[in-house]
């Protein structure tokens, strides 16, 4: 199912980052990662990942502000907000919110 599927990351906490990529990899996806909003947008941009997963807690500002910006323009992603706090629901099917702590059986559930 992940097998050459694109993964960004966009977290700049650099061990859930590495954790997660460390997962993916293992599921034969490409993996790219990124430590802010700016840089993840640049990603995004470039890449066209198939998954996208940003923390809402950033050095640049809050992932949340972003989510409309980049279901609009990039439809081909799946995009998952990960935050401690709660957020808005949204009824968007290409748009999840998973909450820290982020469990390993909740991404082997996700993407067996």
Do not use: C, H
């Amino acid at each position: 199912m992940m097998k050459d599927k694109k993964v960004l990351i966009i977290d700049d906490q650099m061990d859930f980052g590495f954790l997660m990529e460390t997962f993916f990899l293992k599921k034969g996806s490409k993996v790219f990662l990124a430590n802010s909003i700016t840089e993840g947008l640049r990603v995004l941009q470039e890449e066209a990942p198939d998954y996208t997963f940003m923390d809402n807690n950033l050095p640049d500002g809050f992932g949340w502000s972003k989510t409309e910006f980049i279901l609009a323009n990039y439809p081909q992603t799946q995009l998952f907000l990960i935050t401690a706090m709660e957020v808005p629901k949204t009824s968007s099917t290409s748009f999840s919110i998973l909450y820290k702590p982020l469990l390993k059986d909740e991404l082997r559930k996700m993407f067996p």
